[in-house]
């Protein structure tokens, strides 16, 4: 996605939609939606649960 769209794009690793409020990267999401600021930076994202 970021090539065909150039800039930023910060990712995070796991499969719970919503779970970046607990996680280390929130602050530079905030920052994004606060200023336009982007970020490169990738996050482990919340542990998949094992069945």
Do not use: W
């Not at 970021?2 to 499969?15: E, F, P, S, Y």
């Not at 280390?24 to 094992?50: E, I, L, Y």
């Amino acid at each position: 996605m970021r090539q065909k769209i150039g800039g930023a794009l910060m990712t995070v690793d796991d499969d719970a939609h919503g779970s970046l409020s607990s996680l280390p990267c929130a602050d530079p999401a905030v920052t994004f939606f606060d200023t336009g600021q982007t970020t490169s930076k990738s996050c482990p994202g919340a542990p998949v649960p094992t069945l």
